[in-house]
């Protein structure tokens, strides 16, 4: 059978970010059954109008990549009880259709959302913002269940590097519960 795609979206572009550690974790746990990419989108400019059209190439190449998923994987730090604006920057890009006969590409994706922070939220406000943003674009949000990790730094070693304990069952309940919730949709 074909292996299903799964695009990781980091709202972080930190390097050591917990959110992209946490999104590698988790292609461990789907890499039998799906093919997963994480998103590398800092490139891409500040959204502007003016420079909408000939689309950026980074812009062309991001849309592409998530037009191929067959589900998006958010993984959202918290900042300031909000998602990051890095990842708002990216949706609004995301959100213009390519042309006047193509829908916008995150219409209708399966999207899962997760995150994790050295703070005590987990991350639950960030996600409850950036679950209204992508149902109004109407994606297809797979509500329960979402993974929200706080005191990150419970899970860090020595060297920095997240080393899940308590959290693996939550995480790989998440990405079966996905995997079923992508299959589900497709057909
Ligand atoms: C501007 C800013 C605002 C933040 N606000 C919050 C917050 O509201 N809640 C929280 O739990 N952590 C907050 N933090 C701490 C982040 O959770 C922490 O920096 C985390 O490591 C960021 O995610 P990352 O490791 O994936 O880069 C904030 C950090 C920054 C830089």
Redesign the pocket.
Known sequence: MEKLKIVAI?????K???????AATAKKMVNDIAEFELLDYADIPLFNEDIEFPTPKSVKRVREIVKSADGIWF????????F?GVLKNLIDWLSRPISKNEAQVLKGKPAAVS?????????G??QDHLVTLISFLNMNVMNSPRLTI?N?LQQINKDNRLELTDSTPYLQKQADAFINFIQSKRF
């Open positions: 980091v709202g972080s572009l930190r050591d970010s917990y959110n992209r550690q946490l993984f959202t730090p918290e900042y300031n009880h909000f990051s995150g994790i922070t050295p703070g005590m939220s987990g991350t406000i960030a706080p990150a």
